[in-house]
C-alpha cells in the first residue's frame, strides 16, 4: 500500500480523537494552479501551545489495527474498515517532509493496539525518539499513550513528548466496563498518577534548580545542567458523551475529580458519533452537539470561574421510592453561566464599583479579561454605563444583573420574560439556504456611538461624570481564544 493511501486511512481515523481537533474553516485548495496550500490536507489540525501559538499538527494514527473491541470504536478488531499500518520511519519522514514544506509545525500521534500494549507504546514512542534524537526535531509532539504500558515506556516517552494524554474514555466505571470490557478503568487511572509524580518531579527539579546559585571559580563560565524535561504541557483526556446513560452531572464530577487528582490540563468531550455495525448497546443517534458545547462551557466555568460542578447542573432530587428524579442535564437553550444566575437572582444585583473579583465573575457576560479590565478602571474612577461600553462589555447580557452609578436594573432583574429577552431567538433553517457568506449583505459600518438598551424599572440616578481618563482595552495584552471571556469563547479544543 502506497504512503499516501496509507495517510488517507489512519488520518481519516483519527478524526475521532477531540483531544487534538480541528478547527472550523472554509475549504481552499490549490487546484487549478491558483495560490499555495490547503485547508483539506489529510491529518492537519490545529491546536494551541503552551505558549499559546496556534499551530498545526499532522494528526494520525500509526495504525488502526487493534486487538480490543470497544463497541463504541470504529477501529474495533469487529469493525470492517480498511486497516494499514504505518512503519516509524514512514511516520517520521512524513513529519520531516511536511514541516520542510511548512505544512505543519508538529506531530500528534495514536494508535490502535497490536500484539501487546507494551509493543505499541514502545513503537510510539520510537517515533518521538527518533524526531528529537536522530534529526533534532524541535517542533511539538502530542503522543497518546497506552494506558497497560509500562512504567518505564510513560517515563520514556514524557521525555521526548510536550504533552501525553490518556483516554477515560466514559465518566463512570460500569460504562467502561459494559462498552470497553478489555480495558482497565484501575490501569487508566494508575497511569495517569504515574504521569502526573513525573511532570511534578520534573517540575520541583527546574524550580529549585532556578532558586540555587552556581558557586565557581572567577572567570571560569559554569552552567548548571538543565533539568530533566517530562511533558512540559502537561497530561489531557478525553471523554465519550452520550454513548452511555451517564448524565452532565456525573460527566462533570468526573471532571472535577480528574482535575484535582491528576492536574489535567484539559478534559476533552467528544460526542458519541454512530459507526458502521454499531453494537444494539449503542443509542442509534448521536447526541445534540450543543450538549457537548454546554459541557465545554461548564467545563471552563469551572476551571476559570470559580464554579463548584454541583453548582452549574440542579442538584438531585429524590423521589418518594428515594430515587433521583432529576435529570442531571444542562440547559441547551441558554449557556450555563447565565442559568445559574436566573436560577440565584436573589445575588444580583452586583455592584461593579464594589463587589469582589469572584462575584464579577459570577456575572453572566462578564470574562476574564473584562473582570481585570473593570478591576483596573474602578481604581481610577467610578465605573458609568458608558465606561462599559468602552471596556468592550456586551451591554445587553451585562446591565440586567449589574449595579454602576448610573444604572440600576430595577424590576428588569425579577421580569419573568428576562431569559427569553437574554436568549437568541429560535430560528428554522431553510433545507435549502445557500451559505451564510454568500448571501448575507456586506456588514454595515460600526457606529461610532452606540445606543445603549432600554430596560424597564425606577429612573437611574445620574451621578456627577469623573475626570479621570478610563484604562481602555488597547492597553490590555492581546487576547488568546482561551484567555477571552466565557461569553466569548470557542467551541474549539486544543492540544
Not at 89 to 95: G, H, K, P
Not at 261 to 271: D, H, K, L, Q
Not at 291 to 315: K, N, S, T
Not at 365 to 377: P, T
Amino acid at each position: 500500500m502506497e504512503t499516501t493511501q496509507k495517510l488517507a486511512i489512519l488520518a481519516d481515523a483519527a478524526k475521532y480523537d477531540a483531544s487534538c481537533a480541528s478547527s472550523g474553516t472554509s475549504q481552499r485548495d490549490s487546484v487549478g494552479g491558483k495560490g499555495i496550500g490547503s485547508t483539506e490536507g489529510s491529518g492537519i489540525c490545529h491546536s494551541y501551545a503552551p505558549d499559546g501559538r496556534c499551530i498545526s499538527l499532522l494528526k494520525i494514527l500509526l495504525t488502526n489495527f487493534c486487538t480490543y473491541d470497544c463497541l463504541y470504536c470504529v477501529n474495533r478488531v469487529s469493525s470492517n474498515v480498511p486497516r494499514a499500518r504505518f512503519s516509524v520511519d514512514e511516520v517520521v519522514q512524513l513529519t520531516l517532509s511536511f514541516y520542510r514544506r511548512n505544512c505543519i509545525e508538529g506531530l500528534f500521534l495514536s494508535s490502535g493496539i497490536i500484539q501487546s500494549p507494551d509493543y505499541t507504546m514502545e513503537r510510539v514512542v520510537e517515533v518521538a525518539r527518533v524526531l528529537r534524537e536522530e534529526h533534532d526535531f524541535r517542533g511539538y509532539i502530542h503522543l497518546k499513550t497506552i494506558p497497560d504500558a509500562s512504567p518505564e515506556l510513560l517515563a520514556r516517552a514524557g521525555r521526548y513528548a510536550d504533552r501525553l494524554s490518556i483516554n477515560i474514555e466514559l465518566p463512570t466505571v460500569q460504562g467502561l466496563e459494559a462498552l470497553a470490557p478489555e480495558k482497565d478503568s484501575a490501569a487508566i487511572k494508575r497511569s495517569m498518577a504515574r504521569l502526573r509524580l513525573h511532570i511534578d518531579n520534573a517540575s520541583g527539579e527546574a524550580r529549585d534548580a532556578a532558586k540555587t546559585s552556581v558557586i565557581s571559580l572567577p572567570g571560569s563560565s559554569v552552567r548548571r545542567a538543565a533539568a530533566p524535561r517530562f511533558a512540559p504541557a502537561g497530561q489531557s483526556t478525553q471523554m465519550i458523551v452520550g454513548a452511555d446513560s451517564a448524565n452532565d452531572r456525573t460527566i462533570l464530577q468526573a471532571s472535577t475529580l480528574l482535575y484535582s487528582a491528576y492536574r489535567m490540563r484539559r478534559v476533552y468531550y467528544s460526542a458519541f458519533s454512530p459507526i458502521p455495525d454499531a453494537s444494539s448497546s449503542l443509542p442509534l443517534r448521536q447526541p445534540p452537539l450543543m450538549r457537548e458545547h454546554r459541557l465545554y462551557q461548564a467545563d471552563w466555568l469551572i476551571r476559570f470561574y470559580g464554579f463548584a460542578h454541583d453548582e452549574i447542573v440542579a442538584p438531585p432530587v429524590c423521589g418518594t421510592d428515594g430515587t433521583d428524579t432529576s435529570s442531571g442535564m444542562l440547559a441547551l437553550d441558554i449557556d450555563p453561566k447565565l442559568a445559574w444566575a436566573l436560577a440565584h437572582r436573589a445575588q444580583f444585583p452586583v455592584d461593579l464599583n464594589r463587589a469582589p473579583r469572584e462575584m464579577l465573575l459570577r456575572v453572566p457576560g462578564l470574562g476574564v479579561k473584562a473582570v481585570v479590565r473593570i478591576l483596573a478602571a474602578r481604581r481610577v474612577r467610578q465605573l458609568r454605563a458608558d465606561d462599559l461600553l468602552r471596556l468592550h462589555v456586551p451591554l445587553k447580557k451585562v446591565l440586567p444583573f449589574v449595579l454602576v452609578a448610573d444604572h440600576h436594573p430595577g424590576a428588569t432583574l425579577d421580569a419573568a420574560h428576562l431569559a427569553a429577552s437574554l436568549s437568541p431567538a429560535p430560528a428554522q433553517r431553510g433545507l435549502f439556504d445557500e451559505p451564510e457568506q454568500l448571501t448575507a449583505p456586506a456588514p454595515a459600518a460600526r457606529p461610532h456611538t452606540a445606543k445603549l438598551p432600554d430596560f424597564s424599572g425606577p429612573p437611574a440616578r445620574i451621578a456627577p461624570a469623573d475626570t479621570a481618563p478610563l484604562p481602555t482595552a488597547h492597553s490590555q495584552p492581546h487576547r488568546a481564544p482561551w484567555e477571552a471571556g466565557f461569553e466569548d469563547e470557542r467551541h474549539s479544543v486544543w492540544a
